[in-house]
């Protein structure tokens, strides 16, 4: 019973976090490790850098409608 509450929180959470657009660094990581074992794995904060420029452009602006 713990065991499926607490996954459900983990779940609520990984959800919560994608709706405001903050990307699963876990979720990366394995990815990388099952898809790309030759590459390597960036730091959290490369990765949290990345991913904001990616969705908000290099200069800082919102680049998207919505």
């Known amino acids: 019973m713990l065991n499926k509450v607490s996954r459900t929180v983990q779940y609520l959470g990984q959800s919560m976090r ?3 657009g903050v990307p699963e660094y876990s979720t990366y990581v394995d990815h990388m490790k099952n898809a790309h ?3 390597s794995i ?3 904060q490369e990765f949290f ?3 904001q420029e990616a969705r908000y452009g290099s200069n ?3 680049t998207r409608c919505c």
């Open 60 to 62: 800082g602006k919102v």
């Open 18 to 20: 994608l709706m405001v």
């Open 37 to 39: 074992p030759d590459k």
């Open 42 to 44: 960036m730091s959290y």
């Open 49 to 51: 850098r990345e991913r």
